[in-house]
């Protein structure tokens, strides 16, 4: 599939380059555009971005290298992001992982096999009063907190991400 | 200006200096990485730190600059201290690799290691591993462990060459240097970055292995890639080039030269003519001097009129002005054709279109190159027998592969060819006489680079096989042919050719500006 915005993401896009000095600083948002827009930050995506904002390529692989939330591999549908920092920790965060790592079947850093999620362990998500908890971040950009977890909760809460996941395409399908 | 205080000297720089520049000036140095003089300065290794009175925090001297009535320390205790916390830092995860390192001998880590830090590690952990030997572009290699992250490849990419080929990726203690995927670092001046990296993370892959650079010696002298005439450090050992490095002068090439010219020294150890030759079969110099005077000397007695001369831009200054005097004086003869490489690539930046190191050195010497024919001219006067005898210096036409075949063929014509070069080049075993000429990097001599800048080269090492500098070679001629022109060093020619320069107004050699 050619690697182009639909004409909802390059309004959005507009709007980014609009809102700041130069090219290179709406580089990060862009970079977030693409990555809803065409599932995972592929070469050929850090070629279109550098193209689009008239930048060399190797600014936008700097970028999308140096921060982890940028999919260099195409990933689950959604991504699951359980905080082990103290509060979380205190609280449970390593059982939350456990729970996961059980009911998905998968370890941290794995997707399952349909597809549907990837799991990590990453630090303080500033929710520590509602701890412990994970945020997911789907394909599509949206990116939700699911707070105050516990066994039950994490069932409940997968139940209510299958169900909105039926609607959600690969992101290794998304270009 | 402000008046600074460094380590306790006074000293008065012009407004807007930094401190690691006003320290230098003051003599004393300031331990650098990320820092070079023709980079933007992104201070990012902090291995210039000082102590800035007043302040609260040490500060990069590559990038603050002083103020009136600042008091520097450069060597205080808080100073050492941070240095060597800057070298453990960076030391952390490097290999130390240095007995297998093309760097070792020239590296600044190593340098700073043994006078800024020269202690024990104490990480007991294992170091991260990283790339090494990685193929980063066709000249250079790239080892992601030895690399310190300076950024000044980087801004070499950016700010010189302007192509934006490398950057790093990843971060913290799995940053790397690379290129886009599917690019290279293939820009035509690469190797300079090798030149740059402080440490032996970019390596010259023509370089590689090749010589301890503690064995090498280093001769002053000028790349004859092109026209340009960039100053080199060429460096040798045992009577043999072993790589080319930039020579600052900021009138022509500042810190940089191009990857083609710093391979150029390649020709210098390939094809040689190293003996004297009559008819192919190998003399003397008694002997062939001999011959050559006697061949010559019938030639000119049968019909003067028909005697051709091939003048190289190969040639330096020197030979030149002797090969005018052997033209003028012993020859007498006033059909003279242009030799030299053909045009080639060129760019807006050092590359010149012109592969001759010395056209404006012929300009200088003969007054205006308009009695000059051109190869068609060469050729044509050979098939229509207006030459008979042809006298040709090097072995370079500036002709396409069809012509120089024409001309290869035509050759046949001829009653006399003498051939007094530095290469074979498929020409010398059709000359009835070849003489081995020595290079750019045997003898000393002058190019003018195409803005009209004299420039001196040295001699590296003695010439190769029984090859003789051009000039001496016209000398040993012209004495046997009872018209003996007396130089005995370089020098003299270089005062009587300037002297006559000056006088015509020809050429106006400006002495090359020292580094
Ligand atoms: S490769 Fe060399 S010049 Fe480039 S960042 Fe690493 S150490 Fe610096
Ligand atoms: S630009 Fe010309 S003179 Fe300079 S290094 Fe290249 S070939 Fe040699
Ligand atoms: S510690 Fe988990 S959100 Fe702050
Ligand atoms: S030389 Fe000053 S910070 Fe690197």
Known sequence: MAVEFSEEAEATFQDLISRYPNNLAAMLPVLHLAQSEFGWISVEVMDYVANRLDVHPTKVLNAATFYTMYNKQPIGKCHIQVCTTLSCALMGGYEIIDYLEDTLGIRVGETTPDGRFTLSEVECLASCGTAPMFQASFCDGEIEYFENLDAERVDEVLKELNEKLEALPLPKDMH | ?515
């Open chain 2, 1 to 515: 200006m402000p008046k600074v205080n460094i380590n306790g000297t006074e000293i008065e720089v012009e407004k807007g200096t930094t401190i690691l520049k006003a320290a230098a000036q003051a003599g004393f140095e300031v331990p650098h990485f990320c820092y070079h003089p023709a980079l933007s300065i992104p201070a990012n290794c902090r291995m210039c730190l000082v102590e800035v009175e007043g302040a609260r925090s040490l500060e990069p001297a590559c990038y603050s600059e002083v103020t009136d009535g600042m008091v520097v320390e450069t060597k205080s205790e808080r100073v050492i201290k941070a240095q060597k916390s800057v070298l453990e830092f960076i030391l952390l995860n490097h290999p130390v690799d240095c007995p297998i390192c093309d760097q070792a001998g020239e590296c600044k880590l190593q340098d700073y290691y043994m006078a800024y830090d020269a202690q024990e590690s104490r990480l007991r952990a294992e170091k991260n591993q990283k790339v090494k030997v990685f193929p980063i572009g066709p000249e250079v290699l790239y080892d992601g462990e030895r690399c310190i992250l300076c950024t000044r490849c980087i801004r070499f990419c950016e700010e010189i060459t302007g192509t934006n080929e490398l950057t790093i990726v990843q971060r913290g203690d799995s940053a790397e240097i690379r290129t886009f995927p599917g690019k290279e670092l293939d820009n035509p001046y690469s190797v300079c970055t090798a030149d740059i990296c402080p440490v032996g993370a970019l390596t010259s892959r023509d370089f590689r292995f090749k010589c301890r650079v503690w064995l090498l010696q280093s001769t002053d002298s000028v790349c004859t890639g092109c026209s340009n005439g960039c100053n080199i450090h060429l460096e040798h050992f045992r009577n043999e080039i072993q790589r080319y490095r930039p020579r600052y002068n900021p009138q022509v090439n500042d810190y940089w030269m191009c990857d083609a010219g710093r391979l150029s020294y390649k020709e210098v150890h390939t094809d040689r003519l190293l003996r004297p030759m009559s008819n192919g079969a190998a003399l003397n110099w008694h002997g062939v001097t001999e011959t050559a005077s006697a061949k010559l000397a019938r030639a000119l007695d049968d019909d003067a009129g028909s005697f051709g001369f091939v003048v190289s831009p190969q040639a330096s200054c020197e030979d030149l002005f002797l090969a005018k005097r052997f033209i003028e004086e012993v020859l007498g003869t006033d059909q003279l054709y242009l030799g030299g490489k053909p045009d080639g690539f060129e760019d807006d930046f050092l590359i010149k279109a012109d592969k001759n190191p010395n056209r404006q050195g012929v300009k200088a010497v003969f007054g205006g190159l308009n009695d000059f024919g051109d190869v068609d001219k060469l050729i044509d006067d050979i098939e229509s027998g207006a030459i008979k005898t042809l006298y040709m210096m090097e072995t370079h036409l500036p002709a396409d592969a069809e012509t120089r075949q024409r001309f290869v063929d035509a050759l046949d014509k001829l009653d006399l060819f003498v051939l007094q070069a530095q290469h074979c080049a498929e020409l010398a075993n059709q000359a009835h006489l070849a003489l081995p000429a020595c290079s750019h990097a045997e003898t000393e001599g002058t190019f003018v680079n195409f803005d009209g800048l004299a420039q001196p080269f040295e001699q590296a090492f003695a010439p190769h096989g029984d090859s003789l500098p051009h000039w001496q070679i016209f000398m040993r001629l012209a004495r046997a042919m009872g018209q003996p022109l007396t130089y005995t060093f370089v020098h003299q020619i270089r005062d009587e050719m300037f002297q006559a320069s000056d006088a015509d107004e020809n050429g106006e050699p400006a002495e090359a500006q020292a580094e």
